[in-house]
């Protein structure tokens, strides 16, 4: 669900400029956040100037390496910040439940978002 979500040129910045934050407070280099990540220098360096869109991926990857919390990076971006808050209570919700409690929740979850849609 995430993957697929777009945020605008400020969003990308508010982010970006969130993840030089910490990782400059962690007293890391971009190398260092490259080493940690797998990811490109040129690629980090995008990402923190709100230059490039950062995906789901890279975000976990980053997240990780900074031992950093989505929702702190992603907090200017409500409707990202909502989604990933959403999809943490599902997870959360839903981890002590048997195979058809779940496939029940997850089709009424459908139908809900199919009615949704076309409100």
């Not at 995008?46 to 702190?72: F, Q, R, W």
Request: hydrophobic share 40%; aromatic share 4%.
């Amino acid at each position: 669900m995430l993957k697929e979500f777009m945020m605008n040129a400020s969003e990308l910045k508010a982010v970006g400029n969130r993840i030089r934050i910490v990782r400059e407070r962690q007293d890391l280099t971009i190398a260092q956040l490259e080493n940690k990540t797998g990811l490109a220098a040129t690629h980090i360096r995008n990402i923190e100037n709100g230059a490039k869109p950062i995906s789901i991926t890279s975000l976990v990857k980053i997240c990780n390496a900074l031992h950093a919390d989505m929702n702190y990076l992603l907090c200017d971006v409500s409707r990202i910040s909502s989604i990933y808050a959403l999809n943490k209570l599902l997870k959360d919700c839903t981890q002590s439940l048997s195979h058809d409690e779940y496939a029940l929740i997850s089709c009424t979850f459908n139908i809900l978002m199919h009615n949704l849609k076309s409100v």
